[in-house]
Nanobody, 124 residues
Framework: QVQLVESGGGLVQPGGSLRLACTLS????????IGWFRQDPGKDGERVSC????????YHKPSVKDRFTISRDNAKNTVYLQMNSLKPEDTGMYFC?????????????????RGQGTQVTVSS
């Protein structure tokens, strides 16, 4: 079992940027695909972005595709989500999830491990 810790959330004005980080411990990152999910109160997490083990297969949901970038630094055991041109509707708790099978986390929204999350609030 791995541990995932998110950081980088906060309060930002519309149009601003944030960079979220997801750091994995207990194993090496290169064994895992990583997904970023947004969870609203009382709802299941919605997959926002996902990156496979190699970094070559990337998914972004349509509403963020032109604004968010996901990347991974295996040497630092960290996956990043660069969020630009933020909108109020991007507000939510963002958590990262890991699975050794990229199909599970990047398509089926299934995963073995997830972090606690970091809050993103976009408001003026």
């Amino acid at each position: 079992q791995v541990q995932l810790v998110e950081s980088g959330g906060g309060l930002v004005q519309p149009g601003g940027s944030l960079r979220l980080a997801c750091t994995l411990s207990g194993d090496i990152l290169e064994k895992y695909a990583i997904g970023w999910f947004r969870q609203d109160p009382g709802k299941d997490g919605e997959r926002v972005s996902c990156i496979d083990h190699t970094g070559n297969d990337i998914y972004h949901k349509p509403s963020v595709k032109d604004r968010f970038t996901i990347s991974r630094d295996n040497a630092k055991n960290t996956v990043y989500l660069q969020m630009n041109s933020l909108k109020p509707e991007d507000t939510g708790m963002y958590f990262c999830a890991a699975d050794a099978n990229s199909l599970r986390v990047c398509t089926l929204d299934l995963y073995d491990d997830r972090g606690q999350g970091t809050q993103v609030t976009v408001s003026s």
